[in-house]
């Protein structure tokens, strides 16, 4: 590596990316892993309390998977934790995300889970009390049985927890990738100092950090305003000592995807939350009004689509709910879509005054 001083030119943002020249498939982070520039979150999945068994069921669900598969989307984020009211029937997130990948050959997912990082977490899933690294191992390898495979693609910490270190989650981490039970490792709800210990612990196993998944929308960018999605993308500085008298300064590139939920803000940033706008929500009516206008400069683009486009024009990668064929075919159709810098700024000038 070469000396050289620090220039704010050589940092790298998504903002010197045109969103037009993005591409259907991304990297995650700095593996070989290509991934849609949009995914799918499984939250509501196998949840009784979101309505599966209700509003809507498995049939429901598998037709949505083929044609998210049909359509280019083949990231499917999961947790050990979602739906798992039904793990005893076979029907938590974990588990239909497994049987539909068996019966739906179009593509193949990318599967994302997650560790849950409480200590009794067994009261929801099964196994024992989560004390020590061992028990991150004994949590994958029960995820695989759900999902009916032998290695995930993407293996995250659902979110830091005082009992479990840093340094011992990473530790476990990294055990996972060498014993062959995941491809990629990444973190959610991390922040930047978090999330930047977590990737310089693994880069001293010669681990990549894969991706920070956090919530981040429209009109909650902490992510953007706290720096955080800059440290996924921009180089910082590295000082290496070889001797007393003998530093080098280089630069090293994080490359971390940042993985963004809630990317539609709970349903206020979606068509029906134009339809319902009443005395108290008459804020972010001029925003919803503006993401309409956008949408219909872009082929007839749904607030919705414009609120996700939003997202993959940061540089991030939407993971929105989907629970049925239209909404599977409208975040399909995004694959083929992008907005301009330009509207970019429009739409968060607007909802700065949210």
Known sequence: MSAMSFSPTLLVTTASVSPAQASKYVPLGRTSLQVSRIGVG?????????GFGTSYGEPELSIAFQELLKGGINFIDTAEV????????????????????????EGAPIIATKFFTIPWTNFLVGGGLRIGRKSLLDALRASL??????????????????????AALMESLKEAVELGLTTAVGVSNYSKKQMEEADDLLASYGVPLASNQVCFNLLQRDPDKNGLLTSCKMYHIVSLFIAESSRIVAY???????IAYSPLCSGRLTDKALLKIDSKSAKIKP???????????????????????????????????????YQAKSHCELMDQSLTMEEVQMLEEAASYI
């Not at 499984?42 to 979101?50: A, I, N, R, Y």
């Not at 793990?87 to 997130?93: A, D, E, R």
């Not at 293996?155 to 005082?162: A, D, T």
């Not at 090293?252 to 940042?258: C, D, M, T």
Request: glycine content about 10%; overall charge positive; proline content about 5%.
């Open 287 to 325: 925003l919803l009004e503006l993401m309409q206008k956008i949408g219909a400069n872009h082929e007839g683009m749904s607030i919705t689509q414009v609120a996700l486009s939003y997202l993959i024009a940061k540089g991030a990668i939407p993971i929105p709910g989907c629970k049925n064929e």
């Open 42 to 50: 499984t939250l509501q999945w196998g949840d009784p309390g979101s």
């Open 82 to 105: 979602y739906g798992y009211q039904g793990i005893k029937n076979g029907t938590s997130s974990e588990q239909l995300i497994g049987k539909f990948a068996k019966e739906h050959t």
């Open 252 to 258: 090293k590139e994080r490359n971390i995807s940042l």
């Open 145 to 166: 049985k759900r999902l009916g495979r032998k290695r995930v693609d993407l293996y995250q910490i659902h979110f830091p927890f005082p009992t479990l270190s840093n």
